[in-house]
Structure formats: structure tokens, C-alpha cells
């Protein structure tokens, strides 16, 4: 039995709307995600963690911002739990609400003048809450496009859910640009930085009514209606694939550490260290992820057509390639080579590889288990690269006051990313995995038929 659809008449035509409820919700939680990244950089600790010293703060503003990611796997295992058992679609309107909530009352959120050591307190536990719908939204947007679509396109349909990512980011830096011109100076720190916070209210209605629209997804309906759900998908994902979730989640370093050192930690570090506008920062991320919308679907793609693992590599080689001259354009502070610098290397490099992650991951997980493993093995990579990525970096900057660690940081991500994607299969044009107990009775019948 196929692990999903291989109908030929999937067409763009019908995949339009779950396409759309899966990309536009994405980018919605990954705004709201997103912004909170923005202002740990550059405000939050003067905000939350002012009788601290200028890295210092910015370390203890880092490491609530790692809260997110450490929520990250255990909302992955939460709501992988829930979206094998009950369906993709009810739990992704419940990450959809719980980020969408969060992200509205950190704009509520006190300052530490104002009610001292609660102030971190909160929005810490509001991180944490935030990171754990974004680690239960990944599997159910991607697996929404791959159980819709068919084995021959299924890196180009999970790549759209993929592009929520630059969607939101893009989106987030542009929310920042506007709100900074309308509140300037100590009114910025004051009110302004609440706004895009509470702007999410009318974001998460928007994609709440795109969801509510869709129906579960025919794999998962298929599997319910044989009595075939698991009684336990997160230890059954751990017992039966425990080796792809570890690879998996080392396939993300070289893809998921540089991204935040681009997005992130470079607005602290271009600001105090490189003296760069901040706004060129932002454009610059702006201009990227318009780049990396057009140029993950297309990458995806062609990893359809060459094979996922061949590309994989081959982008992961490109961003090892590229860290040292990333850092050399940032040094000119010359404006066209700053923001050439982050539309290649978050356009091209990081889009390269995250495009087709979302198929290379998933693929190797059966309906019956999918939800659960392929969320484990996306979302541990937020404890060993993403979230520690701005904190290492920072601490890399103090201590050697060069940016050649950065870089080395970048390739050794990279060569992990690499040699994990050498060591998991190949299953473009292919069935993806098939659930482990229907391939136990299979070998079975073939032992007593020998």
C-alpha cells in the first residue's frame, strides 16, 4: 500500500486550497515567531533585562528566546501525539490559535521597570507557549500537501508549506520597518514594539478561516476508516524509526543554525559590532525571502527530478561555500554587497535546502506514524542548532572579537547536514515509508510462502 496518493490527476488546480490553508497558516505563526527573534536582538534586553550588562543582556534575551525552541519538540511530540490519533486538520487550527494567542499577549507583557523580575518571567512562559504551536504546526501543514499530492511532485507540494517561512519573515521585518518610522525613538521602546504583536489578532483570523475550510487528508481518513491508528505514535515513532528521527533531525543543522545567525543574531551583531543600519538589515531579509519564495519551490522541484538526497547535499556544500564570503561582504558595510550577502545566503543557500527538507523528512515516515515522526525529528534540531545558534554565535564574537568562528561554526553545521543526508534513503518518484506493521505481515506471508 502506498503511503500516499499516486493519482495523476493531482493537479495545481486542486491542490490551490490546501496549498493555500497550509502556506498561509504557516507564515502566520512563523510572523509571530519571527518577530520575537527580531526584538531579542535588538530591544528586548534593555526591555526585560536592563541591570544587566550590553552582552550579558543580550545573552539572557537569547536564552529566552532558546525557550521557544526548547518548547519547540515537546509541542512536536504534543500534537504529533493528537494529529495521529484524531487528524492533521483539528490540530493545526489549535497551533493555529495557541501561537496566535501568544503572540498577542506578549504585546501586553510588562516591562521590567514596571513590574520588575516578572516581566521576564512572562514572556518567557509566553515563549515557551508560542514555540510549542510552532513545533505541532510543522507536520500537519506539510503533511496536508503530501497527503493531497502524488509521489512525483511530492517535493514541490511540500516545499509551498515550506515558503511560509520567508512569508512570514518577510512580513515580520516589513511589520518592524513601518512601526519603527511611526514610533520613533523612546516611543518605540515605549508602545511601538507592541503593535505587530497585536496585529497577529487579525493574521490568526484570517488563517483560521482558511482552515476551517479544508477536510482531513485522504491518507489519514483511509487509515481511520481500516481501525488502523496508533495507540501510541510517540513512542511507536521512536521504537520503529528511531534512527531516521536522529538522522533527521541532523539533517537540519547545516540549514537550521546559519538561518538564525542570518535572521537573527546579524541584527545585534550588524548594528553594534559592524555599525550597519539596522533598517538595511531588514531589507535586505526582506529582499531574501522574496528570493527564497520563488527559489524553494523551484529547488524542490528539481530535487523531484535529480533525486532529494543528491540536492540536499549539493545545497548543504553551498552553504559551507558561502560562509566565509557571507561574513566578508558584511565587513564593507557596503550597502548592495550587505544586502546581497543575506539575499544569497537566505535566498539561495538556506532555500535550497529547506525547500526539499520538508519531503526528504516526511517521506520517510508512514501514514499511521507520520505526524509524530517526522514533527521529532524536524523539531529536536531546534535544541542542538537553531536555538543555541545566536547564543554560541554571541559567545564566538566576545571571545575570539572575529568573525572567523562564525564562519567555521557555518561549515561544521554544514558537514553534519551533509554526511546525514549520505546516511538516510532515497525516496523521490518513490513510495514514501509505509507503516511499519503493514510491512511486518508482508515479510511474514513471503517466510511461510518460501
Given at each position: 500500500m502506498a503511503a500516499i496518493s499516486t493519482s495523476?490527476?493531482?493537479?495545481?488546480?486542486?491542490?490551490?486550497?490546501?496549498?493555500?490553508?497550509s502556506t498561509i497558516g504557516t507564515a502566520i505563526e512563523w510572523y509571530d515567531f519571527f518577530l520575537y527573534g527580531f526584538f531579542s536582538a535588538t530591544i528586548f534586553n534593555k526591555l526585560f533585562f536592563p541591570l544587566l550588562d550590553p552582552v550579558t543582556g543580550i545573552l539572557a534575551s537569547f536564552t529566552t528566546y532558546y525557550i521557544g525552541f526548547?518548547?519547540?519538540?515537546?509541542?512536536?511530540?504534543?500534537?504529533?501525539?493528537?494529529?495521529?490519533?484524531?487528524?492533521?486538520?483539528?490540530?493545526?487550527?489549535?497551533?493555529?490559535?495557541?501561537?496566535?494567542?501568544?503572540?498577542?499577549?506578549?504585546?501586553?507583557?510588562?516591562?521590567?521597570?514596571?513590574?520588575?523580575?516578572?516581566?521576564?518571567?512572562?514572556?518567557?512562559?509566553?515563549?515557551?507557549?508560542?514555540?510549542?504551536?510552532?513545533?505541532?504546526?510543522?507536520?500537519?501543514?506539510?503533511?496536508?500537501?503530501?497527503?493531497y499530492g502524488d509521489?512525483?511532485?511530492?517535493?514541490?507540494?511540500?516545499?509551498?508549506?515550506?515558503?511560509?517561512?520567508?512569508?512570514?519573515?518577510?512580513?515580520?521585518?516589513?511589520?518592524?520597518?513601518?512601526?519603527?518610522?511611526?514610533?520613533?525613538g523612546d516611543a518605540f521602546t515605549g508602545l511601538g514594539w507592541r503593535i505587530p504583536f497585536f496585529l497577529s489578532v487579525v493574521l490568526i483570523l484570517v488563517g483560521l478561516i482558511i482552515r476551517l475550510r479544508i477536510l482531513d487528508t485522504p491518507a489519514f481518513t483511509k487509515l481511520k476508516e481500516e481501525n488502523r491508528i496508533a495507540r501510541s505514535p510517540f513512542t511507536e515513532a521512536f521504537r520503529h524509526h528511531w534512527k531516521d528521527i536522529i538522522l533527521t533531525a541532523l539533517l537540519r543543522s547545516g540549514e537550521q543554525a546559519p538561518f538564525y545567525l542570518f535572521t537573527t543574531f546579524i541584527l545585534g551583531y550588524g548594528v553594534t559590532?559592524?555599525?550597519?543600519?539596522?533598517?538595511?538589515?531588514?531589507?535586505?531579509?526582506?529582499?531574501?525571502?522574496?528570493?527564497?519564495?520563488?527559489?524553494?519551490?523551484?529547488?524542490?522541484?528539481?530535487?523531484?527530478?535529480?533525486?532529494?538526497?543528491?540536492?540536499?547535499?549539493?545545497?548543504t556544500v553551498l552553504m559551507?561555500?558561502?560562509?566565509?564570503?557571507?561574513?566578508?561582504?558584511?565587513q564593507t558595510r557596503n550597502p548592495v554587497a550587505v544586502?546581497?550577502?543575506?539575499?544569497?545566503?537566505?535566498?539561495?543557500?538556506?532555500?535550497?535546502?529547506?525547500?526539499?527538507?520538508?519531503?526528504?523528512?516526511?517521506?520517510?515516515?508512514?501514514?499511521k506514524l507520520r505526524y509524530s515522526g517526522a514533527s521529532l525529528g524536524y523539531q529536536l534540531a531546534s535544541l542542538t542548532a537553531g536555538g543555541p545558534a545566536p547564543i554560541i554565535a554571541t559567545l564566538l564574537v566576545a571571545y575570539y572579537h572575529s568573525y572567523v568562528p562564525l564562519a567555521l561554526y557555518i561549515i561544521l553545521m554544514a558537514a553534519i547536514s551533509f554526511f546525514a543526508?549520505?546516511?538516510?534513503?532515497?525516496?523521490?518518484?518513490?513510495?514514501?515509508?509505509?507503516?511499519?506493521?503493514?510491512?511486518r505481515p508482508s515479510l511474514d506471508a513471503t517466510a511461510s510462502e518460501a
Open positions: 495523476e490527476n493531482v493537479t495545481i488546480r486542486k491542490m490551490l486550497p490546501i496549498l493555500s490553508a526548547i518548547a519547540r519538540p515537546i509541542g512536536g511530540a504534543f500534537f504529533g501525539w493528537f494529529g495521529d490519533r484524531i487528524g492533521r486538520k483539528s490540530v493545526l487550527v489549535t497551533t493555529l490559535l495557541l501561537m496566535g494567542i501568544s503572540t498577542c499577549l506578549m504585546g501586553l507583557v510588562p516591562t521590567y521597570g514596571q513590574v520588575g523580575i516578572l516581566a521576564p518571567v512572562l514572556i518567557t512562559l509566553l515563549r515557551f507557549l508560542q514555540g510549542a504551536g510552532v513545533g505541532g504546526e510543522w507536520g500537519g501543514s506539510v503533511l496536508l500537501s503530501l497527503e509521489n512525483r511532485r511530492r517535493g514541490f507540494w511540500t516545499s509551498w508549506p515550506q515558503t511560509g517561512v520567508p512569508l512570514g519573515l518577510a512580513l515580520a521585518a516589513i511589520v518592524v520597518i513601518i512601526t519603527r518610522a511611526l514610533f520613533v559590532a559592524l555599525k550597519i543600519p539596522l533598517n538595511l538589515l531588514y531589507v535586505g531579509i526582506i529582499l531574501a525571502a522574496v528570493i527564497s519564495f520563488v527559489f524553494m519551490p523551484t529547488a524542490s522541484y528539481v530535487s523531484d527530478i535529480i533525486g532529494r538526497k543528491r540536492w540536499f547535499m549539493f545545497g559551507a561555500v558561502f560562509a566565509f564570503p557571507f561574513f566578508l561582504l558584511l544586502v546581497f550577502a543575506l539575499a544569497f545566503a537566505i535566498g539561495i543557500c538556506h532555500a535550497s535546502v529547506y525547500g526539499p527538507q520538508a519531503a526528504f523528512i516526511t517521506e520517510h515516515f508512514g501514514t543526508a549520505l546516511a538516510l534513503k532515497e525516496y523521490a518518484n518513490k513510495d514514501a515509508q509505509v507503516d511499519h506493521d503493514e510491512i
